[in-house]
């Protein structure tokens, strides 16, 4: 199936978010679709799949003019859309998830569990996975929860399956476990979409590249052509010859200290240090322990055995106020779930954890705390016109900046950033790394858990690498790169 | 303020007039000052009730247990009264005991980690059983001649029912709380979102308690009221009011998944409840029909709330 989209144009209110987009789309390719947030890929996708209506512009299927009312006529017409957030019933099996819509009945209209077992093993086997057809999919690991959307769509036979940042939750090994299962649905003929902010992924698994940039396809090339720094380019619309911004100032003295830290099962005996003003790099593959790690330390999680010593105090943490009490900041990695309350103004979220300094006798004085909050919220550049905005109508790289701001403005000695810029766009990226900079010369000391090794290569002072649970080696800035990286995170030497 | 935000803002506001406009067309009995003296302090009971449900909403939690509260620090002022002591003393007994009866639930929902429906249900029913242990399921009636204590329920200061003047002093407690101190931006934010506020270090649990301590001594106070009108404390006193409460915090916005919602709106609702009773039964409509009207005035404001947002 071949699909062309010819100069699709969308307004919502006045804002105008597709200027005339054209993609084609071959039979059996996967093309990948990159550009910032907020330069309209979902809402193309939207369109094609008619969640959306375009404005002006058309959509051919094989030459012929469609026009999908909503994403039943689209899927019904082979195009399915495999959201970012996914679409499954967590209290269902994966049986009942897989048929919920096309279910299989007997002519008394007995549903008939065993002819769809039947056919979901088929269809299992055939992409070469398996799947707990009986478990809850709420039970379930995200990976097995994608590819039962997956096996899904390949039940009412997609011929286009789009994919929004499908590898943004998944494990290392359920990554290669999807770029497999891409490979045998390329070979069966089926055009992928795949949307991604990743660019080592669209390089190893696309075919084509079509840039977007604020409404706009800048270009559309096969992958070799294309070349990730034109990639880049076009995507910001601006050559970035140096994108991490260099370190200037030298780590102080030691300022955190964690000893023999650890938690049967997830993490054991870890040992470091902190110094004052440098960014500690943690790298490791996902769900190696990292993220475990910051949140004992941090008290999210409750018990834990060992020691932290923070300048030269010994601390007792149980809970997050302890921890912030101590003088340390936690940006959470799930910034929608953890990092901010989505209805509340920027302003509330900005001052959630400060408000207590901005009352007396538990009174607040508004007025201060709108100060500060504006104050905080111009620093880090948050670009919103008015911060009783809700924090959930921003972009993602705007929520990670007010998460930030919140933090920042608790003053901490201490920052541990858990993923800072995943899923937000170049621009953001850079204002962060810039920030951060600022934050260490002035002397405050950030822990950096990051996945993607170019940020960890290029922030940090000093790398740590985790590997199942434990420290499996460390690395200075000059002496790291991404295979040294690679080699202790993967367990080699 | 464009004119679709100010209606949002005072949709309530806008509902009770026309009630109040269409019930004094019909029976114009209705607007004398004397029934709306009436319906004031009618209204001022349920209204202190859902004070405390608003916090408890807020959160994200629910409170059914209010009414049994309500009986049970009702009884044992009530017999507190009865055996010769200050009747004054008495009153604060009744608020007290009801803030450590809703500091159990308190304790039962955050300690015990039980969800709030469950743990209230449960204590609906095990207050109301102590309650009526305690009674024997008969009333204590004539308590005290005492004037002081009559009038907490009965008497007017500067025209106003005393009722209505606790309620009104009350609101204040609770606007103030809720929109002037740390404790009420706390409240809001535990129920918005529970996980962000336990890593921005709110205490969670002491908000929680506090929510529900507060619930229950507006509820021992509602009940002193009560106990005071009738000069007799009624063990089957304030069942369902649980509901009436529920209703007025919805009326009045509140979202029952917690983190939004205004306590000016709930004093409204309570008022829309309070002028349904009363005016429907100065229409002379069946208390079975009242049932219907209620409730679907409950779900039209539902309804039309959804439409705005």
């Not at chain 1, 149980?318 to 003088?327: F, L, R, T, V, Y």
Request: proline residues 2%.
């Amino acid at each position: 199936m071949e699909i062309e989209l010819r100069n699709i144009h969308k307004a919502f209110g006045t804002n105008q978010v597709l200027k005339g987009v054209n993609l084609k789309l071959k039979s059996g390719e996967v093309h990948a679709l990159m550009g910032e947030n907020g330069a309209g890929k979902s809402t193309l996708m939207n369109i094609l799949t008619g969640i959306h209506k375009q404005d002006q512009g058309q959509i051919f299927v094989d030459g012929k003019e469609v026009s999908f009312k909503n994403p039943l006529e689209a899927e019904a017409a082979g195009i399915a859309f495999i959201h970012q957030e996914l679409n499954i019933w967590p209290n269902l099996t994966i049986l009942e998830n897989l048929f919920m819509m096309h279910s299989v009945a007997n002519a008394w209209g007995v549903l008939d569990f065993k002819k769809m077992r039947q056919i979901a093993e088929e269809k299992c086997k055939e992409i070469a996975i398996e799947l707990p057809l009986d478990a809850e999919a709420g039970e379930c690991s995200v990976g097995q929860q994608q590819m039962t959307e997956i096996v899904r769509n390949l039940l009412v036979d997609a011929k286009v399956v789009i994919m929004d940042e499908p590898t943004a939750a998944l494990t290392e090994r359920e990554t290669d476990k999807l770029f497999e299962v891409m490979r045998s649905l390329k070979k069966r003929g089926v055009a992928m979409v795949y949307i991604s902010h990743r660019m080592e992924e669209v390089f190893s698994q696309c075919d084509t590249v079509t840039v977007m940039r604020d409404g706009v396809s800048v270009d559309t090339k096969s992958v070799a052509d294309y070349g990730r720094e034109q990639i880049v380019r076009d995507m910001v619309g601006r050559s970035i010859t140096e994108f991490y911004p260099p370190r200037g100032n030298k780590p102080g003295e030691v300022v955190l200290e964690v000893k023999s830290f650890q938690q049967p099962g997830l993490f054991h005996n870890i040992n470091f240090t902190l110094r004052k003003g440098e960014i500690l790099g943690v790298a490791g593959l996902m769900g190696a322990g990292r993220t475990e790690i910051m949140r004992a330390i941090f008290g999210v999680d409750g018990c834990q055995s060992g020691e932290i010593t923070l300048k030269g105090q010994n601390l007792h943490i149980n809970k997050p106020e302890d921890a912030i009490k101590a003088g340390i900041g936690f940006v959470t990695e799930n910034r929608k779930s953890e990092g901010l309350i989505l209805d509340f103004s920027i302003l509330r979220n900005i001052a959630l954890p400060s408000v207590d300094s901005f009352a007396k006798k538990s009174v607040i004085n508004f007025k201060s705390l709108n100060e500060f909050a504006h104050k905080m919220a111009s620093k880090l550049g948050v670009k919103a016109q008015d911060l009783d905005l809700e924090a959930g109508s921003l972009s993602g790289g705007n929520q990670q900046k007010v998460v930030i701001a919140k933090w920042v403005g608790k003053k901490p000695d201490i920052i541990i950033m858990d993923e800072p810029t995943r899923g937000i766009d170049v621009g953001a990226k850079r204002d962060i790394y810039e920030l951060m900079n600022e934050l260490t010369a002035n002397g405050v000391s950030i822990i950096m858990v990051s996945s993607e090794l170019p940020e960890i290569l290029g922030m940090s002072d000093r790398i740590m690498v985790i590997h199942e649970g434990c420290i499996a080696g460390e690395l200075l800035h000059e002496e790291a790169n991404q295979e040294k990286i690679m080699a202790l995170a993967t367990g080699g030497q | 303020m464009n004119m679709k935000a100010m209606l949002k803002k005072s949709g309530s506001v806008i509902g009770l007039v026309v009630l109040f406009a269409v019930i004094s067309c019909l029976n114009s009995s209705f607007i004398d000052p004397s029934n709306l003296k009436n319906l004031l302090r009618q209204v001022s009971i349920n209204a202190l009730i859902s004070f405390g449900m608003t916090f408890v909403i807020l959160t994200g939690g629910i409170d059914l247990s209010v009414g049994s509260i309500l009986a049970l620090s009702s009884v044992l002022m009530g017999s507190f009264i009865k055996s010769g002591n200050d009747p004054v003393v008495g009153i604060v007994l009744a608020c007290l005991i009801g803030a450590v009866l809703g500091a159990v639930n308190g304790l039962v929902i955050t300690k015990g980690k039980v969800a709030p429906f469950i743990a209230t249900l449960a204590t609906m029913t095990i207050f109301r059983g102590l309650t009526l242990v305690y009674t024997n399921g008969n009333p204590i009636s004539s308590l005290t001649e005492s004037e002081l204590f009559h009038g907490f329920g009965q008497g007017y200061i500067v025209g106003l029912p005393v009722p209505a003047i606790m309620m009104l002093l009350m609101f204040g407690v609770a606007y103030f709380i809720l929109h002037k101190t740390t404790l009420g931006r706390k409240t809001y934010a535990v129920g918005g979102n529970e996980k962000v506020s336990f890593i921005a270090g709110i205490k969670i649990d002491r908000i929680k308690i506090f929510a529900y301590t507060i619930t229950g001594f507006l509820c021992g106070m509602a009940g002193a009221i009560l106990t005071s009108r009738l000069n007799s404390a009624q063990p089957t006193a304030g069942t369902g009011y649980e509901l009436d409460a529920i209703a007025a915090v919805v009326l009045g916005g509140t979202s029952l998944s917690g983190g939004k919602g205004r306590i000016v709106g709930t004093i409204i609702g309570a008022l829309i409840i309070g002028t349904l009773n009363n005016g429907l039964n100065i229409l002379n409509v069946s208390s079975f029909y009242q049932q219907v009207v209620k409730g679907i005035v409950i779900l039209l404001a539902v309804l039309m709330d959804r439409k705005k947002s």
